[in-house]
């Protein structure tokens, strides 16, 4: 069964920081993708960055990046030089060939001045 | 502007008074999909369709309904709410199978 895991609750990063934060996964489809949103206080959801399984190169998104490893079957979000707005919660989500998608727990970052 | 719109924002309701959320968007997407937030579950999926005329469940479907009879629309009806259906509720679409989800500004809903 599809599953995802965000092992960190909080995290705490120093402005101009670079920050990981960790999402592994289980599916036993070979064709899948993963995203990453990013939930303000505000509320909204906030598209960050997708791989998709089959991409042999890490996606990035301007300050974002993702270390994807298949055979360990983690996807973990790097956020470079860590800014204020970036303070948030962070969820993983995995969508197989058909219509399940999947969240993780979240991990809520806070990035101190 | 393209957008994905739900309404009400904010909802307060009693046990058993049937209530529907609307979702509207207006990208011409092919997915469509309902989930709820609650502390510390992250987003569950409800429902989702894939298209017109067809809805399949998600994980946490007791209790809840859809309908997806035209491309753009796909309301969450809860034909007799209960407390434990106090949640946030996002409605999202996408378009191809590795396109981001956009998503609705999120319902917040209160059964008393």
């Known amino acids: 069964a599809q599953k995802i895991t965000q092992t960190q609750p909080g995290m705490f990063v120093q402005e101009k920081e670079a920050v990981t934060l960790d999402c592994t996964y289980d599916?036993?489809?070979?064709?899948?993708?993963l995203f990453w949103y990013k939930q303000p206080s505000s509320g909204e959801m906030i598209f960050l960055i997708y791989q998709g399984s089959y991409d042999e190169q890490n996606a990035t998104e301007g300050r974002y990046s993702l270390n994807f490893q298949k055979a360990r079957k983690s996807a973990n979000l790097v956020i470079s030089a860590s800014q204020l707005g970036d303070s948030a919660m962070y969820f993983c989500a995995m969508r197989e060939g058909g219509g399940k998608l999947i969240f993780g727990q979240g991990t809520e970052l806070s990035v101190k001045p | 502007e393209a957008q994905v719109t739900q309404n009400p924002r904010y909802l307060i309701t009693v046990t058993g008074k049937k209530l529907t959320v609307t979702c509207s968007q207006n990208?011409?997407?092919?997915?469509m999909s309902w989930y709820r937030q609650d502390p510390g579950l992250g987003l569950r999926q409800i429902y989702y369709?894939?298209?017109?005329?067809?809805?399949d469940k998600g994980d946490v479907p007791e209790g809840y309904k859809v309908s997806r009879k035209e491309k753009r629309n796909f309301p969450l009806i809860l034909e007799s709410p209960s407390p434990n259906q106090t949640s946030l509720y996002f409605c999202?679409?996408?378009?191809?199978?590795?396109?981001?989800?956009?998503f609705g500004n999120g319902t917040r809903l209160t059964v008393t």
């Open positions: 999202a679409s996408s378009g191809y199978y590795n396109s981001p989800l956009h």
């Open positions: 599916t036993s489809d070979q064709s899948y993708g």
């Open positions: 990208m011409n997407h092919e997915y």
């Open positions: 369709s894939m298209n017109v005329e067809v809805t």
